[in-house]
Nanobody, 113 residues
């Protein structure tokens, strides 16, 4: 099982980033997925969830209306579109399988105010 995140970077408040997660080693289309973030000195925080077929999505209240989770099962890819970024979104962002059984190495998102 391998999950590799990319797309992080530094952006000004109000800006946008699109995170990607490339997965391999399992049947991606059968597995629901999560995005989780961890800010410095804080515990990991769940951000978003998408069911295996992409029919249902869920979000942390503080990112609703700003973040959009999606997936391409044909490409084994998971995405997180982040718009209107805020300083408090600064964190290391991870993709994780359902039940948080497997995680990627994370991609850093830094939002300057």
């Amino acid at each position: 099982v391998q999950l590799v995140e990319s797309g992080g970077g530094m952006v000004q408040a109000g800006g946008s980033l699109r995170l990607s997660c490339a997965v391999s080693g399992f049947t991606f289309s059968n597995v629901s997925m999560n995005w989780v973030r961890q800010a410095p000195g804080k515990a990991p925080e769940w951000v978003s969830f998408i069911r295996s077929e992409g029919s249902s999505t869920y979000y942390l209240d503080s990112v609703k209306g700003r973040f959009t989770i999606s997936r391409d099962n044909a490409k084994n890819m998971l995405y997180l579109q982040m718009d209107n970024l805020k300083y408090e979104d600064t964190a290391l962002y991870y993709c994780a399988t359902q039940g948080f059984a497997a995680w990627g190495q994370g991609t850093q998102v830094t939002v300057s105010s």
